[in-house]
Structure formats: C-alpha cells, structure tokens
C-alpha cells in the first residue's frame, strides 16, 4: 500500500521555486492525489496559484522513494498560498479540505507523515504570542480527526532572507516565529524540526528558490528517517540535486506522452520514441 | 452572491489547449475553486495533469460575466483526463471527490449550471450501447445529491476530428457517442447539447485547440443563456478570442503580482508598477 504524506501550510509548502532551475523529477514510484486518486507525480504537486513550482515535497519523496526502492510513496497537496496559521483553524475550510482530501487518500494508502511549513503570514503584529497554542490545536484535532496519532509531523523553519526585502520585507519577527515551532517540535511527541539555515528565496524576497526547496525537502527527509531534529545544514545536501535519469519504461513513456501533450514533439516523433522504448 | 458551475469530464473539459496560442482572461469577476475557496481564476483551471491548459470553461466564464456584470462567476474543476463514464460511476471516486467540492463550494455560491464535456475514453467497444443509461444515472444522482434539479446542464459532443490520427485514431466510434449525447439532450429536461462541429484538435489528435476551446465555451454559454441546443458553429463565435484587456486596479495588481512570482519582472519593476497603478 501507497506510503502517504500531509503537505500542509502556506506558500513554501506549495512551492514556488522556479521549475527551469532544477533537474525535474520523473519516479513512477512517486504519486500524486489529483481528484481524489493518484497519478505519478510531475512538479508542480501543489496547485494552489497560478505560479505554483517547485515545492520541498519533491526531493522528501525522490529520498524517500531511494531509501524504499520497493515500496510507493503518495503526496496529498493541501498547502495554500499566503494562509495564515488562523486560516489553518479546524473549523476553516483549509483544515476541513485537508481532511476531505486525506479520507480519500486513505482508502488506497497509509497516511505516514505530516509535512508542514507555515508561518511568513503570522511573522508580524506579535502573531507569534498566540502561535504555539493555535498550532496545536490545529495539530491536535488533524491527529485525532484521521486517527494519525503515532505518526511523524516535520516542520521546516522560515528562511533567515525574511524580514529584508521585497514581499518578505515586512516580517521582521519571523526569528521569533522560528522559536516557536523550534520549542514546538521539542517539547510535542513525535514531531521534528528543520532548520531553514543557509536556503535563498526567489527575487521577491519571500519565497525558496527551486534549489533551496530541492535541499530543504532532503533535510526534511533525514528529520523523517532519522526522527531527529535538523538544526544545521547537511554536509551531503547537494545530493539532492542529483536526479535520477536512468528512467524506466514507464517513466520513458510518461514523459513522451508529456512532450507530446505539451506540443514539444510531434505525433510522429512520438511513434518514433515508443517504438525505442518498446524495444528497452 | 457568486454563481458557480461544475466541470465534470475527461480531458476537453478539464482543458489541453495551448496557453501560448490565445490571449489569456483576467478578469476579477471570474473564480475558480483551489482547497475548497474561490480565488480570481487564472487558467488552467483544472489541474488534473501537468499538461492542463485552455479549456472551455475560461470562455464560458467569460461570455457569462460579459452578460451579467455586476456579478461574480465561480468554476469548481472537477473533470480528470482519460476518465471513462464507468470511471464517473456515483460510487466511484471521481463522483465522489466532485460531490465533496461542490459542497465547499455551496458554502459560498449557488451552483447555477452544469458543464459536462466525455466521451472520447467511451467511443470504441460499442461502449456507445450503454453510454444513456449510465449518464442518466450520473446525472440524476448528482442532481439529487447537491438539490441541483432544475438548473441547466450543458454537454459537448465530440470533436469531427477523432478517429482519424494520433491518439484520436482508435475512436472510431465516437459519432455514436455524439448521436447518444444529442438524444440525451432533447429527451432530459434542463439538458442542452452544443455541437463540436469545425473545431479542431492539437497535433495530437484528441484534444481541442486552445482557439477551438474558446469558440466552445462561447456556444456553450449561447446554449446556456438561451436554453436551446447548438448544432451549428456560431457566426459571431470569434468574438470569444477577443479579450477585454482594459484591465481593473485590482487586475493589474494580480497581473504584476503573477509576474513578480513567476520571475518576469524583477521587484524594482513591480514597485514602479505598483506606484503607477496606485496613481489609477
């Protein structure tokens, strides 16, 4: 059974790194939940705005799926751009379709993990104070709503270029933000902290960059297997970048039938491709 | 409040038309639905692949808002490519995750219509002997289920260019389908059909043209307002690729803001346009 995880919070959840900065992931061991089943999945998982990209979910899963070669991994995307951790509250529409979108993963995979990232919307006007408290709440009512109990919750830090320029300009108590999910993920069982350290943003100044989300979506994975908390950049990150491209059959004709869809090939250049790829 | 619209289907409705080959729709007036709320639509609309594009519903959206301007229009995107009609089945998935967003979307608009484009995944194996009834059954549940008996239903028939090349080639029966999906029309109550005629695929085989799904949506809004069936092209239906480009305040902030995201614009060039919006 399909091994899946809850992305949860706002923007960088979703992601927004640039899909041309990196190398894309084709694994026909990774799904996505589309209409309440999976397909395999193609960046971006997480289609919650037009500029949807490249999100951490990718790379955890890509490590996930090497450190599991014989078992299938699904992403429920549920992350919403510039959602507040109030918007999160379990009486909104957020929590609610998050639940919605889990029961259906759940009658063809085994919810695994929690991956969480929040908090830029609240980095202002002392929103931190009350943090600690609606995130648990909101944690605690996900756990029992979905019977989640025992399973791990990772949640990534915000990024030290917040509070500078652009759209992250304005939050200025995004440290303290930081403190907070730190103490959280310390003192609530199962849950693990991922430091944000050493990741750049996008030009506007608030969200990861594809390569960031590429090296943060790995610690989030070694926060995931080891169940330790990731409070340093690891050495060995840039693996992260490395993709696999010794593509399987299936993989081959995913991504024919892509290029063809697309309009990057044409209808014969595609019949030339399969029958390459029958012969494999 | 926002009057919605369900899109249910395979691939021609979720849209495969390419984004570069038409202008695109901004307008602040249409919405579409993203983790159960209503945010200013952009296509594609329904994200159900990574090859999603232009689908008729912008249009119909489009058309609907140009006769109805002081009100809003919401599209809850619901279809999933290669679905089969068995694959619609009430108890099936699909059917399922379809009820559960249009009872997020009921919390805030009144579902007002029903766009309904399948049938393609249905044009072999004499599929076509069956296709009535099964419909019927999808449909007379949905209505029941949501309390959506009289509003209209709108349904495409299929394009002239199927069964011909591509991955069009093996649909050799799909005027069978076209011939069920007209008698289901004139015999349903609140169902109207809209020819295919003279549109025209990608390269393909199977799936609509950007221009072709702009024309579509405009016949599909003529079937709705007038409550007739369409079984001729449209004179006038080019106008449906012009594009208001006298753009609101809050649109050319969308726009700017989209670009910043995206990495088009650098943040210098959005606050200088800002600042000229501002002064609007």
Known sequence: MIKSFLMLGQSNMAGRGF????????NEKIKMLRNGQWQMMTEPINYDRPVAGVSLAASFA??????HPDE?????????GGSSLDDWHPEGTLFQHALSEARFALKTSEISGILWHQGESDSHNSLHETYYEKLLFIIETLRKELNLQNIP??????GDFLGKKGF?????????????LRRFAYEQDNCYFVTAEGLSANPDGIHLNAVSQRKFGYRYFEAYSKKCHILKPIPNENESLKVNTNYSKTELIYISMLNLALGKITYDEFESQMSKVMQL
């Open 62 to 67: 890509e490590a996930w799926s090497k450190a």
């Open 153 to 158: 919750l990772i949640i990534g830090g915000l």
């Open 19 to 26: 899909l041309h900065e990196v190398e894309p992931i084709y």
């Open 168 to 180: 992250g300009k304005d939050l200025t108590e995004f440290q303290k933000i930081n403190e907070e």
């Open 72 to 80: 299938e991994i699904g992403l429920i995307p549920c992350a919403e």
